[in-house]
């Protein structure tokens, strides 16, 4: 039965393209996830005074219910030009790298300018890289050879 059991070199879901954009969907969803906790965790941080409350550009609503409770509780953050940085940090230029890629991978209407060189660049600013953020470059730089 050949036709029902395709040979290894057969398998097209494996091409490298759609390999990466898997990678780069699961590294995206993990850097949301750990984003989302750590407004938790900092959630005295972003908390403005009454007075500030005015200022802000947007309030972030997070609500969660921790394990065996039946109510949730709700935290709201206020955003403002207070929290504002100059520099962005290794998770958000990570954050940015995945998805330029993703939209260089799907040629999106809205990548613009976007390019692996770009990619490559925002990865290169990195002060400190994990394993997957190392790898993640290793995968682009790859791509990059190959055009």
């Not at 059991?5 to 990466?20: G, H, M, N, S, T």
């Not at 403005?48 to 509780?73: M, Y």
């Not at 470059?137 to 791509?143: G, M, N």
């Amino acid at each position: 039965m050949k036709g029902d059991i395709r040979e290894k070199d057969e398998l097209d879901w494996l091409a490298y393209p759609k390999v990466l954009f898997a990678f780069a969907c699961v590294i995206l969803a993990v850097s949301m996830v750990t984003f989302a906790l750590s407004m938790v965790w900092v959630q005295d941080m972003f908390a403005p005074a009454p007075e500030t409350q005015a200022t802000d550009w947007f309030r972030l609503a997070v609500r969660w219910k921790e394990p065996g409770q039946s109510e949730s509780e709700e935290r709201e953050y206020g955003i403002g030009s207070a929290h504002v940085k100059s520099e962005l940090n290794d998770d958000a230029l990570f954050a940015c790298a995945i998805i330029e890629t993703a939209m260089l991978l799907h040629k999106s209407e809205y990548a613009g300018d976007a390019s692996l060189e770009s990619i490559v660049t925002l990865l290169g600013n990195m002060q400190q890289k994990d394993f997957y953020q190392a790898e993640f470059e290793q995968l682009i730089r790859e791509l990059k050879s190959t055009e």
